[in-house]
C-alpha cells in the first residue's frame, strides 16, 4: 500500500488527509472499524478532561504545555529540540508552548554554555511547585479513565501503541 502523512499542527487535519488517500487506494477501507479514529479521540477525550481538572485547580495548562512541564520535571535544562523530540510534537508547537510557560515565568531560557545558538530550558520555582497541583490531576484523569480496566489490558495496549510508534516512528521527524 502506498501513501504518504503530512505532519499538521491540527492532527485532525493530516488524519482526514490520510483518510482521503486511504480510501481512494481501497474503497472498502471503513475509516469508523480502524484504528486511527479510536487513538484521536481517546487522546482527544483524554486531555480535555486533563485540561478541565487544571483549570478547575486554576491553571490553564493545555497539553502541550503539559508535555513541556512533564519533560523539564524528569529532567531540567533540556534544550527546545531535545524537548520537541522526547514530546513528539514538531519544533513549532514546543516554541509556542515554552513562550507561553515563559510569559508565565513557569520556565525559562538560559544560553547553552556550550553552544550559544542552543538554549536550555529550566523550570523557576514557580514551574517546580505547579508539579503538586497538576500530577494529582493527571493522575485522578488516568485513574478515570481505566476504571474497570485491568492491569494486563492496559500493559498490553501499552505494548500494541508503543509497536505502532516503532512503525510510525520510520516516516516521521
Known amino acids: 500500500m502506498c501513501g504518504f502523512f503530512l505532519f499538521f499542527e ?9 483518510t482521503c488517500v486511504t480510501i481512494n487506494m481501497n474503497p ?10 479510536l ?11 486533563m485540561t478541565e481538572k487544571f483549570r478547575q485547580a486554576g491553571y490553564d ?22 524537548l520537541a523530540g522526547k514530546a513528539g510534537k514538531h ?16 520556565v525559562v531560557r538560559v544560553p547553552d554554555k556550550t553552544d550559544r545558538r542552543n538554549n536550555l530550558i529550566y523550570l523557576t ?3 517546580k511547585n505547579l508539579k503538586d497541583v497538576l500530577v494529582p490531576c493527571a493522575t485522578e484523569t488516568l485513574d478515570e479513565a481505566t476504571l474497570g480496566i485491568s ?21 516521521l521527524w
Open 151 to 171: 492491569f494486563e489490558d492496559i500493559e498490553h495496549c501499552k505494548r500494541v501503541l508503543r509497536m505502532i510508534q516503532e512503525n510510525m516512528s520510520k516516516y
Open 28 to 37: 472498502e477501507f471503513n475509516f469508523g472499524q480502524s484504528i486511527i479514529p
Open 39 to 49: 487513538i484521536g479521540k481517546t487522546a482527544g477525550m483524554m486531555g480535555h478532561v
Open 61 to 82: 495548562i493545555s497539553i502541550e504545555h503539559w508535555i513541556v512541564l512533564v519533560h523539564l520535571w524528569q529532567k531540567d535544562g533540556r534544550n527546545q529540540q531535545e
Open 91 to 106: 519544533k513549532t508547537a514546543i516554541t509556542r508552548a515554552i513562550n507561553w510557560l515563559e510569559g508565565r515565568d513557569f
Open 10 to 18: 491540527n492532527n485532525s487535519l493530516a488524519l482526514w488527509l490520510v
Open 125 to 127: 520555582h514557580k514551574g
